[in-house]
């Protein structure tokens, strides 16, 4: 067990709906990332919160978001979901940045389905 | 932009057997992380081992050791004594140092390990 908890584990939705994906990191983290991993892209690194505040941004499409909330929790918001969009979104923690060898740790993901 | 090459697609090994997957990167920082994570048949992300690019020596956990060679910017894992449990995804991954910017990090594309018994 990881620490990290996603809520929730399977999401089927329809085109052009709306859906948001919880995140809780490990105790004692501040920093929280978001991955989603697909058949085509891979694994890829979406967007980091450090304190409730947006830290970096990679491949993140402009219908996502996300935040972080002062209990340090996060959420992903995805909007207008496309077919493309079905993957497996994992979110992250770590210590926070500026700490030397830390390494993130993963939760177990949620699978998301656009029908 | 940091890249993370993985050129194995698929590995096979013998059970007890060592088996080495292997992992070149590209990046014009000198201050980064290395990291291997294994992704079993649950789709659990699991780290298996760290590496530190300003520390020459390897990085060893258990059965699991690697070969970092800075210059040739190319980051291998070992696996000894090969078990069962080991079949999995393998991701390479590639993180900025300290005084990067961002904290995210940057994968491969996995090598699916296959365990023979």
């Known amino acids: 067990d990881s620490g990290v908890t996603q809520t929730p584990k399977h999401l089927i939705t329809a085109t052009g709906q709306r859906v948001t994906l919880r995140c809780s990191p490990r105790s004692g983290d501040l920093s929280v990332y978001w991955y989603q991993q697909s058949l085509d892209q891979g694994l890829q690194f979406l967007i980091q919160y450090y304190n409730g505040e947006e830290r970096a941004k990679g491949n993140i499409l402009e219908r996502f978001s996300a935040q972080q909330f002062p209990d340090l929790h996060s959420e992903l918001n995805l909007s207008s979901l496309e077919l493309g969009d079905s993957a497996l979104y994992f979110c992250a923690s770590s210590v926070g940045p500026g700490v030397s060898n830390q390494p993130q740790h993963f939760g177990d993901g949620t699978r998301l389905s656009i029908l | 932009a940091q890249t993370v090459t993985q050129s194995q697609p698929e590995m096979s090994v013998q059970e007890a057997e060592t088996v080495t997957l292997s992992c070149t990167y590209d990046?014009?920082?000198?201050?980064?992380?290395l990291f291997w994570y294994k992704q079993p048949p649950s789709r659990q992300m699991i780290l298996v081992i760290r590496q530190e690019a300003y520390k020459q020596q390897n990085a060893t956990e258990n059965r699991f050791s690697v070969n970092f060679q800075k210059a040739a910017k190319s980051f291998s894992l070992k696996i000894s004594d090969s078990q069962l449990g080991d079949a999995a995804m393998y991701f390479c991954?590639?993180?900025?140092?300290?005084?990067?910017?961002?904290?995210?990090?940057?994968f491969g594309k996995g090598t699916h390990l296959i365990i023979q018994p």
């Open positions: 990046t014009s920082e000198s201050d980064y992380y």
């Open positions: 991954a590639y993180m900025e140092g300290i005084g990067g910017g961002a904290d995210g990090l940057t």
